[in-house]
C-alpha cells in the first residue's frame, strides 16, 4: 500500500495495522479518544469527601455499608484504574452509598421544600 499524508496537516501516517479503515487524518489532528477529565466534587475536592458528608449527613458514616462506601470512593480517587475499573468502581459505589443512607432521615434542602410544595399545589 501507498504512503499517506494525513488530509489536515500533511504529515506522512503510519502503514496501517489492523483490519479497520485505514486512517485517514494523523493522531494529532484526530485523536483516537478524548480525554478524561475528572471533576472533583466533595467539600475538600475529592470524591471521598463528598461522600463522607453524604454519610455524616444521614447519621451512617459509622456503618459498615458507610465505611465501605468510604473505601470505594478513596480508591476512585488514588486512579490507576482502567476507564472500565473506575466506571464498575463509580457503580458499585453508587449501590453501597444507596443501601447506605436508605431510610436515612436527611434534613431537605430548601429547594427540596420548594419543590414538594409545587408538588402538591398541582
Known amino acids: 500500500m501507498a504512503a ?8 506522512m501516517l503510519p502503514a496501517p ?3 479497520g479503515r485505514p486512517r ?10 478524548a ?12 470524591i471521598a469527601g463528598a461522600v ?13 455499608l458507610g465505611l465501605t462506601a468510604l473505601a470505594l470512593a478513596e480508591q476512585l480517587d488514588a486512579g490507576g484504574e482502567t476507564g472500565s475499573g473506575m466506571a464498575t468502581l463509580a457503580k458499585q459505589l453508587g449501590v ?3 443501601q447506605a443512607t436508605k431510610d ?5 434542602s430548601p429547594l427540596d421544600e420548594l419543590r414538594e410544595r409545587r408538588r ?3
Do not use: I
Not at 478524561?36 to 475529592?46: E, K, N, Y
Not at 463522607?52 to 459498615?64: P, Q
Not at 436515612?104 to 431537605?108: R, S
Open 4 to 11: 499517506r499524508a494525513c488530509r489536515d496537516c500533511g504529515t
Open 24 to 33: 485517514s487524518r494523523c493522531e494529532g489532528c484526530a485523536p483516537r479518544s
Open 96 to 98: 453501597t452509598l444507596a
Open 104 to 108: 436515612a432521615a436527611v434534613v431537605a
Open 120 to 122: 402538591q399545589r398541582g
Open 52 to 64: 463522607k458528608a453524604e454519610l455524616v449527613a444521614a447519621g451512617r458514616d459509622g456503618s459498615s
Open 35 to 46: 480525554p478524561v477529565v475528572l471533576v472533583p466534587a466533595g467539600p475538600d475536592g475529592t
Open 17 to 19: 495495522s489492523g483490519r
